[in-house]
């Protein structure tokens, strides 16, 4: 399957959230579900590092910009102090998946 880099005026913006200290999206055709990394490793076993130009999801084939929110560094170090990384989320303000884990994120925190 070819990838091209999506535009405008394609689908939804696929909103960038970090998920125990990953950065990933949802897809966002209606029924898929999958979630895909949205920094990819530069070498083989290598930790994701190399930043994707745009959202490619590798089950439906939906591609979308990324709407990645302003303050990432700002929401990495924060979560970079908690040692356990599976503790390491955030979610944008209105994001499904943080009403449903009871994460008090997607505000700019102080701690």
């Not at 005026?9 to 125990?20: I, L, T």
Request: glycine residues 8%; hydrophobic residues 30%; positive net charge.
């Amino acid at each position: 399957m070819a990838f091209e880099t999506p535009d405008e005026k394609g689908p939804a913006p696929a909103r960038a959230y970090v998920y125990s200290g990953e950065w990933v999206a949802d897809c966002t055709r209606p029924g898929c579900g999958c979630v895909e990394f949205l920094f990819t490793p530069q070498k083989m076993n290598g930790p994701r590092v190399l930043r994707k130009p745009f959202f490619a999801c590798s089950n439906c084939g939906q591609q979308a910009v990324i709407d990645w929110p302003g303050h990432q560094d700002e929401i990495m170090l924060l979560l970079r102090r908690r040692p356990i990384p599976q503790t390491r989320n955030w979610y944008p303000q209105d994001h499904r998946s943080r009403s449903t884990s009871g994460s008090p994120t997607g505000r700019r925190s102080r701690s």
